[in-house]
């Protein structure tokens, strides 16, 4: 028995130890709010800067400590430290300000700040050391958001450890009433290694001269770079008065890519970068401000007054963590001649009302004397006091609208795509369905292939239709039905094709198609027997401007009328034509040998506009990506491929706000990603959802067409077959039927959800938002801290276990038996409060056991029972 208790006493000290490790990261939060300046009652209503989100996260509260400034165009300055000492990584911003009273703020990150009062006048510096912006924001501006996985890594060895907020008061009437002012922003950070470290790449001009009176000044900066990969997602501009437009790029075997344009005129908050940028080694980064000495006597050089000049280009990237840079320049012109190649967008002004532009400036009549010493150090200085500009007028540029429509179309994407299954549209007799659209009235329009069927013997080796014999399809193979009920709404197409494939619809209801046998592009009304406009040469493949070889799918910009069409099985390009048919231009080539490049195309099979941003996306079918291109130029601008994606990708499709769908082809023989739907953010690629039939499975998904309310349509053309899929929101607890158990998903969706809703809103009261992202932070960490918890908790119950099970065997071994002294298991616990058998019952793994194994069968059951896949790509 004495060998019992000590062991027992031995087991709770392990115990007590565990726990007490709980307690120790908090711990640094204690020990900092000791320490630490107190937050004003009067602002927050309490004084504590630091919250915890359970191990691993915490919110860090940065704040004016009440100030009321009280002149114009003050800027003051405070600094916070970092509350622990180990890395940690700044995930997210929360901007606590009101239009009223600020008009901006910048946080940076340092070492040693330039004052150790509780609040100094910015004119004594930010830091004494280098310094690092990490957040801007401004009137009028849209926030700065991290992408997932991105953090700003701060503290440890390398970090910075204290941060310094520097808010511009610009106009103080709103301070009359003397109340006391306690803007700033909050830091989500977690101690989570965060795969992807943000940093900034400054590009800056040291040695322009802008003489008096000359109308255009071109200050260009270009510098190779030569590190590792980084990816671009914003930039902000900077230059003083005479500034008329600064433009970035990035430079790539002679192709200019634009990163961003802005008018620094404008509101200089760091603006999303609209089509995702990487940079990779030896690529050039450009940048061109363009100036205008109208107006001066004497010359205007670089400098850190307001009556000099400066040409700054920001850009704020993510690099992988164990390659990660927190900080770049690029002072010099390496190449001035490739300047003469920039495109011309980037030599035009862009307009602000004069109105604006006095506003903007009215603070800034009187220069002030700055040392000169360090440009650099200038210029960082300089960042503190460039900021004024108010655009009140809610038309003050396209850029600006721009930015916010951006930001207006990331969108809550925490939903999942189901089949409709009460939808009766998967009976309809069709032919094989080669293209889906939905019409202005949101109809789904459906083209099919009647009785006609292709396959081997379609085409002869110079993909010449073989089977003209039979003349035209007789079925009407353009049908509309109501997407709610599949009912029959119209129908047309007869005698008319041989081969259907692509399909779209225009603004006008017009429907844009394309036959393969034929190897031409029809526009049809929607009442109309006859086509209204035909390009290519019927039954004549071809690879010049007059012909197509098996044209794929068609679309038509609903802005300015141009039809772009993927040509196709046969041809490796993309044709541009005006609205009335005549050809325009055309990209793309075959994909040669290794890894596809971009705007090769190994069949372009299907194309999503993307109007709103000036983009086509195209399904590159055999190489198992999407690309995407702009629309005036053919000029690439990104890919998105996955590995889910498997080889094959065949149909795209784009929703106004953001969403990108698709789906994908069969396996091949030993690959396991299987077929599905794939729905992605179109800003960062990323996939957020996939979903597959319930009913029927998918045999060869051909063409995808999505609306605004996530209503996704599918249509195969082996099955013959039209699926229809629905969003369904994330319910607390959303019952799902899987190998015939019934399993209760998890509130973690719900949490992403609650989450985000409640980072949209803006709330004036500083304490509720603190305490709501605190709320909410702590549900979304508590799925990790239990697992943590609930692991930590079972070790000395299964240690205690293992030293009864060792005294029940020792006391058998001495006493030659089982004896009375023996310990019941069930007895023991039985014998304590609260025991009930039903607790370990829960413990059982057998069911879900069971269902994991009966999902893996099911699931390599029909890997191995598809369908070979067909011996040419040209078969569907």
């Known amino acids: 028995m004495a060998g019992f208790v000590s062991n027992l006493l031995i087991l709770l000290l392990l115990f007590q130890n565990i726990c007490l ?43 004016m400590p009440a100030v009321t400034p009280k002149q114009s165009d003050t800027y003051l300055c405070m600094s916070v430290r970092l509350p622990v000492d180990d890395e940690a990584y700044v995930v997210d911003f929360k901007p606590h300000a009101s239009m009223d009273t600020v008009h901006h703020m910048l946080l940076f990150g340092c070492n040693e700040p330039s004052s150790t009062e509780n609040y100094w006048d910015c004119d004594e510096g930010t830091c004494k050391d280098k310094s690092n912006i990490l957040y801007a924001w401004a009137r009028n501006a849209p926030p700065t958001r991290l992408p997932k996985g991105v953090g700003f890594r701060v503290g440890g060895e390398t970090g910075s450890r204290y941060f310094v907020l520097q808010v511009h008061y610009g ?29 900034m790449y400054l590009m800056m001009s040291v040695n322009t001269v802008i003489p008096p009176g000359k109308k255009v000044v071109d200050a260009d900066i270009a510098c190779h770079y030569k590190r590792s990969p980084m990816h671009l997602f914003a930039y902000r501009v900077h230059t003083h008065r005479l500034g008329k437009v600064v433009s970035g790029y990035r430079v790539r075997n002679g192709q200019w890519t634009l990163i961003g344009r802005q008018s620094p005129q404008l509101p200089q908050a760091f603006y999303p970068v609209k089509y995702p940028v990487d940079i990779s080694y030896d690529d050039i980064l450009a940048a ?65 009302k004069s109105d604006v532009l006095k506003t903007m400036h009215g603070h800034h009549e009187e220069a002030k004397d700055s040392d000169t010493s360090s440009l650099l150090q200038q210029n960082k200085k300089e960042e503190e006091k460039i900021l004024d500009q108010e655009t009140k007028d809610s038309d003050a540029s396209y850029l600006l609208q721009q930015a916010k429509k951006e930001e207006a179309e990331i969108l809550d994407q925490d939903f999942h795509i189901e089949e409709a299954v009460e939808w009766p549209g ?16 949101n109809n789904l329009v459906v083209f099919h292939r009647g009785d006609r069927v292709w396959d081997e013997n379609s085409f002869d080796s110079k993909f010449v239709y073989q089977q003209r014999g039979l003349g035209p399809i007789e079925q009407n193979t353009i049908i509309v039905l109501n997407p709610s009920n599949a009912e029959l709404l119209h129908s047309t197409g007869k005698s008319l094709f041989y081969l259907p494939h692509g399909l779209s619809v225009d603004k006008n209801g017009n429907y844009w198609v394309t036959d393969v046998a034929l190897h031409q592009v029809f526009k049809l ?28 799918d068609v679309a038509v910009d609903p802005i300015t009328g141009s039809i772009y069409v993927s040509d196709g099985y046969c041809n490796s390009r993309i044709i541009q034509f005006s609205p009335n048919g005549l050809y325009v231009m055309q990209w793309g080539e075959e994909t040669s040998m290794g890894r596809p490049r971009p705007g090769q195309f190994c069949i372009p099979h299907s194309l ?39 080889r094959e990708l065949f149909a795209v499709s784009y929703v106004p706000g953001g969403l990108l769908f698709a789906v994908n082809g069969m396996p091949y023989p030993g690959e396991v990603e299987s077929v599905q739907g794939f ?95 605190h709320l909410v932070q702590q549900a979304s960490s508590t799925g990790v801290s239990f697992v ?3 692991t930590l908790l079972i070790i000395p119950v299964v240690v205690l276990l293992v030293i009864l099970v060792f005294i029940r065997w020792r006391k058998t071994t001495v006493y030659g038996g089982k004896g009375s002294g023996g310990i019941n298991l069930g007895n023991f616990f039985a014998s304590h409060k609260g025991y009930s058998r039903k607790g370990f019952d829960r413990l059982s793994t057998e069911g879900s056991d069971q269902e994991k194994d009966e999902d893996d069968g099911t699931d390599s059951e029909e890997e191995c029972s598809a369908s070979p896949l067909p011996p040419a790509p040209s078969s569907s």
């Open 679 to 773: 729905v992605m953010n179109f800003s960062t690629g990323e996939i957020i959802d996939n979903f597959i039939p319930l009913r029927k499975s998918f045999e060869m998904p051909h063409d995808i067409v999505a609306s605004e309310d996530r209503t996704v349509f599918v249509g195969d053309v082996h099955a013959k077959a039209v699926w229809k899929f629905v969003s369904v929101g994330n319910m607390e607890h959303r019952s799902v039927k899987k190998a015939g158990i019934e399993v209760q998903e998890t509130k973690e969706s719900e949490t992403i959800v609650e989450a985000r809703l409640k980072n949209n809103q803006e709330s004036r009261d500083p304490l509720k938002n603190v305490d709501k992202q």
């Open 288 to 352: 061109r401000c363009v100036f205008s000495g109208e107006g001066r006597t004497t010359e205007t050089h670089i400098g850190g007054t307001a009556n000099d000049e400066m040409c700054n280009f920001y850009i704020m990237y993510y690099m992988e963590a164990k390659h990660a840079v927190s900080y770049m320049t690029c002072t010099q012109n390496t190449n001035p001649e490739m300047f003469r190649n920039i495109p011309q967008e980037a030599n035009i002004p862009i307009p602000v």
């Open 788 to 790: 943590l918890i609930t």
């Open 525 to 552: 009304g929607a009442n109309d027997k006859e086509p209204l406009l035909i390009l290519g040469v019927p039954l004549q493949p071809g690879s010049d401007k007059n012909h197509f070889c098996q044209p794929t």
């Open 21 to 63: 490790g709980f307690r120790r990261p908090l711990s640094v939060f204690k020990s900092y709010k000791d320490t630490s300046i107190s937050l004003s009652s009067e602002c927050l209503g309490s004084n504590q800067r630091v919250i915890s989100f359970g191990l691993s996260d915490f919110a860090l509260d940065i704040r």
């Open 171 to 199: 106009d103080v009437s709103a301070f009359r009433d003397k109340h006391k002012d306690c803007s700033g922003v909050t830091l989500h950070l977690t101690h989570q290694k965060q795969p992807l470290i943000a940093g």
């Open 426 to 441: 998967l009976d309809l007799k069709l032919g094989q369905v080669s293209g889906l659209a939905l019409d202005p009235e």
């Open 608 to 646: 999503a506009l993307i109007p709103d941003l000036g983009q086509l996306c195209v399904a590159d079918r055999e190489n198992g990506r999407i690309q995407c291109f702009r629309l005036e130029t053919g000029e690439f601008t990104r890919e998105i491929k996955h590995k889910a994606f498997g």
